[in-house]
């Protein structure tokens, strides 16, 4: 009888265990940042002060490669893959003009499926290579590392603006 728990990752690359507990950790650390925002606070501009990024933009950004390492991991395990020789700054470009205005229930359900998807894709690898290791560092642990100082700060200067609570009046003593 077939199992159907997910198949964890190869861990064939000698980088891949740490791989797996780095991207769990980081991921589930955006998670809680964005579980204490509300709705209206994920969608404030101010995560950059040169370019007017929000939460959203930040998950949508991080979603966006994600997607993009999946495609790239079912390349390989389907024999087309063409190498990792890519232009960053065009491909972030590209990203963010497709995730441009979403709303953030669309955004937030992209990035997880997203991440589902890699996880998938990853974990039918038969082997992780130099390449494969690269676009799961890339997209998911050393990506979220590059994210999460500054959506940890913008979180609790978004909070702290956040409007004290009003005393009840039937509260007094």
Same mark, same amino acid.
């Given at each position: 009888?077939?199992? !159907?728990?997910?198949?964890?990752?190869?861990?064939?690359?000698p980088?891949?265990?740490?791989?797996? #507990?780095?991207?769990?950790? =980081?991921? +589930?650390?955006?998670?809680?940042?964005?579980?204490?925002?509300?709705? !209206?606070? %994920?969608?404030? $501009? =101010?995560?950059?002060?040169?370019?007017e990024?929000?939460?959203?933009?930040?998950?949508?950004?991080?979603?966006?490669?994600?997607?993009?390492?999946?495609?790239?991991? @079912?390349?390989?395990?389907?024999?087309? +893959?063409?190498?990792?020789?890519? #232009?960053? #700054?065009?491909? *972030?470009? %590209?990203?963010?003009?497709?995730?441009?205005?979403?709303?953030?229930d669309?955004?937030?359900?992209?990035? *997880?499926?997203?991440?589902?998807?890699?996880?998938?894709?990853?974990? @039918?690898?038969?082997?992780?290579? !130099?390449?494969?290791?690269?676009?799961?560092?890339?997209?998911g642990? #050393?990506? +979220?590392?590059?994210?999460?100082?500054?959506?940890?700060?913008?979180?609790?200067?978004?909070?702290?603006?956040?409007?004290?609570?009003? $005393?009840?009046?039937?509260?007094?003593?």
């Amino acid at each position: 009888m077939a199992s !159907d728990a997910p198949t964890p990752p190869p861990t064939t690359h000698p980088t891949a265990l740490a791989a797996i #507990d780095a991207e769990s950790h =980081g991921w +589930y650390e955006i998670v809680r940042i964005v579980r204490s925002l509300t709705l !209206d606070e %994920r969608m404030e $501009p =101010g995560y950059y002060s040169d370019v007017e990024w929000s939460v959203r933009d930040v998950v949508g950004h991080l979603g966006s490669w994600l997607a993009e390492a999946q495609v790239q991991l @079912e390349r390989m395990a389907g024999g087309t +893959y063409e190498g990792h020789d890519v #232009d960053i #700054d065009e491909l *972030n470009a %590209r990203l963010l003009h497709a995730i441009h205005g979403q709303p953030w229930d669309v955004t937030w359900t992209q990035a *997880n499926a997203a991440r589902t998807r890699l996880l998938q894709a990853w974990s @039918e690898l038969t082997t992780v290579d !130099d390449e494969a290791a690269w676009w799961i560092r890339k997209s998911g642990p #050393d990506h +979220y590392e590059e994210h999460l100082e500054r959506l940890s700060d913008w979180a609790v200067e978004l909070i702290g603006r956040r409007s004290p609570p009003t $005393p009840d009046p039937a509260d007094r003593s």
